[in-house]
């Protein structure tokens, strides 16, 4: 505690004074750590100490007001809904739906047939010349990413969300190269866009897609998973800065099953939740074989 | 997007309750919506406190994954929403810049102390924040010269009571008593104001 700080605690008006300061202070983060210390284990004792804070942080709340304004940055809530639609927090579709405890999602009729057509090549599983082949596909893209930043001389941020995707696409990749069951699954597009999902230890999903529109603040991207029979269901949701190589990973609520003529396939959705089933044509799609 | 804007602080406050219910139920149209309300508040004292662009993002975007994580931390009963977000995003801005010591090496207490004249046309900005902004500005203005160097290079410089006692060359009981009387004139000085005729609703650009 700083030579300042009250030493006992009482009711008189110099006392509460000295606990008054430590409260302004506590409410501006400008406390010592040793005053830090000392206030956090009396503000629970103390009902006036907590009155004063509470009023001191509605002040500097006031004067957070007095900062110029500026432009919110338009990567910002994109950045922060990536981060929402990556978080391990399964979001469960619909406004309104208690989301613990998670209810297995159920199998939405959709019409899946029309997506193995689209699929020129298959997937091989749990073979050390796929692993082997993932981490070729990992380590092209990872330079894909290296050098795009470096040719596209791209923004700090930019070059920075790029290293991070290219560490967790190894992440994924070496994940990949440690289970038993790991299926690579190319995934294809109709207008261009291209991908690669890693599936691995039942429900993990290393996802490199290319030449997706930007997802922005109405809309990302869903991964969907299901059966040639027409079920569905939703894997996760990702955002997209640009056109790419992007990396995500996703956590599946339920396990993935990797058996041949499953098949993923990616959506455009709006909001920020996992719809129920798609809604918008499938841009990119896979099969497991 | 729609103004979300409510009629009254007390409406404010029981719409972000239940934008803050809805996160618990996982629905991130309510993120979304108060990202619209409070986003930019944030953002700019985050910058203001940093001077950087990159790691106020980073502030920002932490604050509202805290918030998507974690929203039964707002207790209503301890002060409106608005002051517990604003309150995370300085603790969370005043870590960062003491992490990166360089940053406070470059601001005097000048800049700490400087803001700029009433905002142009090319920044969004409701008319109700340029009032309740010139007025808070006004009310800090009103402080004696020394409570107010003191408040600013707490609170927008991330200095410690005993940073400021050195950097001030002041004892440190000097300064705790400067920031004591400035924040109760304050205080009182914003409560004679009132909290104007609506909440701080801030469309995004």
Partial sequence: MSPD??????????HDEQWEQLAVGH????????????FATHLPTCAVCGQSVTEMTEVAAEMALAADPVPLPDTLWRGIASAVAASDRP?????????????????????????PKMIPGGTRRGSARLRAAALAVAAVVVGLVVLGGIVLGARYLDVRNQKLAAGKQ????????????CSVVPLRGTSGASGVALVTGGNQVGLVVRDLKASDRHASYVLWEGGPGGSVRGVGRFAVPGPGPHVVRLTSPLPLPQAAGRLLAVTREPGLTLP???????????AFT | MADRRPATDSG???????????IGRRDGAALEALYDRYGRPCYALARRILNDE?????????????????????????????????????????????????????????????FTQATGPTVPDEAWSGVRRERVRAALQGLPAPQREALALAYFGGYTQREIAGLTGLPLGTVKTRMLLGMR?????LSEIGPGESAPSEARS
Avoid: Y
Avoid at chain 1, 27 to 38: I, K, Q, S, T
Avoid at chain 1, 101 to 108: D, F, R
Avoid at chain 2, 185 to 189: E, I, N, P, Q, T
């Fill in chain 2, 185 to 189: 004139r304050l205080r009182d000085v």
């Fill in chain 1, 5 to 14: 700080a009250p030493r006992d605690i009482g009711r008189d008006a110099a």
């Fill in chain 2, 54 to 114: 990159v790691l106020a993002q980073d502030v920002v975007q932490e604050v509202f994954l805290t918030l998507w994580g974690h929203p039964d931390r707002f207790d209503p009963e301890r002060g409106s929403f608005a002051s517990w977000l604003l309150a995370m995003t300085h603790h969370k801005a005043v870590d960062a810049v003491r992490r990166e010591e360089n940053l406070r090496r470059r601001r005097t207490s000048v800049d700490v102390l400087h």
């Fill in chain 2, 12 to 22: 404010r406050a029981v719409e972000d309750a239940a934008l803050v219910a809805g």
């Fill in chain 1, 276 to 286: 129920t089933k798609p809604t918008t044509p499938i841009l990119l799609a896979g």
């Fill in chain 1, 91 to 115: 979001a469960l579709p619909g406004n309104g739906v208690p989301a613990q405890p998670a209810q297995p999602a159920q199998p939405t009729e959709v019409d899946l047939t029309a997506i």
């Fill in chain 1, 27 to 38: 409410a501006l983060d400008a406390l010592e750590p040793e005053d830090a210390a000392a």
């Fill in chain 1, 170 to 181: 190894l992440a994924a990749v070496l994940t990949c190269s440690e289970q038993k069951t």
